[in-house]
């Protein structure tokens, strides 16, 4: 119970005004966390493909340029990969899952026709393509993982942080305000029960000094109707 | 920067100069013995062969697998170089039109590292000093400091002619296709240019540079065919070859089965049966290159038999000998990466 509680009508209107808001406000986080859990197995689902993928791709590409190292000499495959300066362009933009912000990752210009990879076509090999060609594959679905990763995190941050307002909404300021609830009705009972004794010890005074006055009085009728007959 | 022969031709020396040299290539015991080796076995094993003084003489610079490719090329490059100071007249001239596919690749080099901003030292240690361009005119290629300047430094070789036009294009597109394509071209349609003489081995000779002529625009067309990418035929086509016309490979670009079906028609398509039928099936294109390599290594060993005064059995020794660079670096860069012995056989290609 918090210690500045006013165990005052005012006070008892405004709590019930704030448990009525909280208990609206933790439906509906719990609502939300639901949803976006359920988004979240979907995305994790999403993510262990892409994540199965760039592992394929990686090693797919990995062998490949070793092939070409081989093949080819590192002179050569590092004199193709020089012959391009251009790098792929990547645009990011955001979309809204449930209020929260997760980035779209757009990419051009990744997967390149031969003409377009910097090197001559008459003096390289199919070596060289195929490398090139297994490094753009692996540059797309890294692009992708990390769309689908970072919108995960994000995910998984929104969802710790509604659970996290869900269960202070349930296990602290709804017990909280229920408590100085409850402790403000047992107060503002009490005080109506000590104001009505009070109220009834006041009448039963009052009845009391009514019922002296009216002895007196009596007593002074009395003795004036004595003092006349005398 | 271009040598001119001053003697006769003088197959006679030069073949049996060659014919030493061949003895001392690796055999498939050597190749053997190497893939059952680590990268620093080879190392070893290669300082107690003839690369020695080149092993020797870049262990300071290089070290590892590195070490073996650059003592490799190197060794590659004296080789060849011992090839043009030997030879004399006509001989000479045939050697230096074949070799020259190094300076294409020099050139290319120095475009390439001009182009990604490397230093003139990093330009240099990737040249191989095998063809006519001598090691000043190298100097001040890879010290050009633009690709305009060494275009026009290349002026007056036997790229000058088409490098003003790539180089437009170049500066139109900001890619080096143009550039290095240009290159390339030259260098094969120069092969057959200068080759002149209606004897046999002369004959042979000729067939044999059609044949790789042939063998590079069908490799070409058929990774372009895989690409996808909509090229103009003139910019890669070399002529001079026999299995295209670049009308067909205008059309038979654009369908792979007709390709493969035109291939396997053609002269060649007996030599080429086997990885046809594999690229049928196979997406990949490197089994058919093998088959091509191999194809073309046998033609000119065959060649080699049949001519041995001539320029066929030098031409033998010198794709032998590029095969054998290859094939050992092969080795030691598939040792590297951790690949088994059975897929590092499968890479080399030994006739």
Request: hydrophobic share 35%.
């Amino acid at each position: 119970m918090a210690k500045d509680v006013k165990p005052t009508r005012k006070e008892l209107m405004q709590i019930e005004d704030r448990i009525e808001l909280s208990e609206r406000g933790h439906d509906t986080l719990e609502q939300k966390r639901d949803g976006l859990i359920m988004e979240f197995m979907d995305i994790l689902d999403q993510a262990q493909d892409v994540r199965e993928n760039v592992e394929g791709n990686y090693e797919t590409a990995q062998k490949k340029i070793d092939m070409a190292r081989a093949m080819e000499g590192d002179v050569s495959v590092r004199g193709a990969a020089a012959a391009l300066k251009e790098h792929p362009e990547i645009t990011t933009e955001s979309h809204n899952i449930m209020g929260v912000v997760v980035p779209q990752i757009e990419s051009s210009k990744v997967q390149k026709s031969l003409d377009e990879r910097g090197y001559g076509v008459v003096g390289t090999s199919a070596r060289i393509d195929e490398a090139a060609e297994a490094y753009e594959e692996l540059l797309d679905s890294i692009i992708l993982a990390a769309e689908v990763e970072t919108a995960m995190k994000k995910m998984l941050d929104e969802i710790e942080k509604t659970k996290r307002r869900v269960n202070a909404l349930e296990f602290k300021l709804l017990p909280e305000l229920y408590t100085n609830q409850e402790y403000i009705e047992q107060k503002l009972e009490e005080q109506e029960r000590e104001e009505i004794f009070r109220m009834k010890k006041i009448k039963a005074k009052k009845e009391e000094e009514e019922a002296e006055d009216r002895a007196t009085e009596e007593a002074e009728a009395e003795q004036d109707r004595l003092t006349a007959d005398d | 920067m271009v040598r001119v022969s001053a003697t006769g031709s003088n197959p006679e020396y030069v073949n049996s100069r060659v014919r030493a040299r061949r003895a001392k290539l690796f055999d498939d015991e050597d190749y053997r013995k190497l893939v059952r080796m680590g990268p620093s076995e080879i190392a070893r094993f290669m300082e107690e062969t003839e690369y020695e003084s080149e092993v020797n003489a870049l262990g300071s610079r290089h070290s590892g697998v590195d070490l073996i490719e650059y003592a490799l090329t190197r060794n590659m490059a004296k080789h060849f170089d011992d090839l043009l100071r030997w030879s004399g007249g006509e001989m000479y001239d045939r050697i230096a039109s074949y070799l020259r596919k190094f300076d294409a690749w020099n050139a290319k080099t120095t475009f390439r590292g001009l182009y990604s901003g490397a230093s003139a030292e990093e330009i240099e240690t990737d040249y191989i000093r095998a063809g006519e361009f001598d090691d000043r005119f190298l100097e001040r290629l890879a010290n050009a400091g633009t690709i305009e300047d060494a275009v026009e430094l290349l002026d007056g070789t036997l790229f000058g002619e088409s490098l003003p036009a790539a180089f437009e294009e170049y500066e139109e597109t900001g890619v080096l296709v143009p550039l290095e394509n240009a290159v390339d071209r030259a260098f094969y349609e120069n092969l057959l240019g200068g080759v002149s003489g209606s004897d046999e081995p002369t004959k042979l000779y000729v067939e044999f540079l059609q044949a790789e002529i042939d063998f590079r625009n069908a490799r070409n067309a058929l990774r372009l065919a895989r690409s996808g990418a909509d090229m103009d035929p003139s910019e890669y086509y070399i002529e001079g070859g026999e299995l295209f016309t670049p009308n067909e490979l205008v059309r038979l670009v654009g369908n792979r089965d007709q390709l493969v079906t035109h291939i396997r028609d053609s002269k060649y398509g007996d030599e080429l049966s086997n990885a046809l039928d594999e690229l049928e099936t196979a997406d990949s294109l490197i089994g058919f290159e093998h088959a091509l390599d191999r194809a073309l290594l046998e033609y000119s060993r065959g060649l080699s038999s049949r001519f041995p005064i001539s320029i066929c059995p030098v031409l033998g020794y010198v794709l032998a000998k590029e095969r054998e660079v290859e094939n050992i670096r092969a080795v030691a860069r598939g040792k590297e990466a951790g690949l088994s012995e059975e897929e590092i056989n499968e890479e080399l290609v030994i006739v």
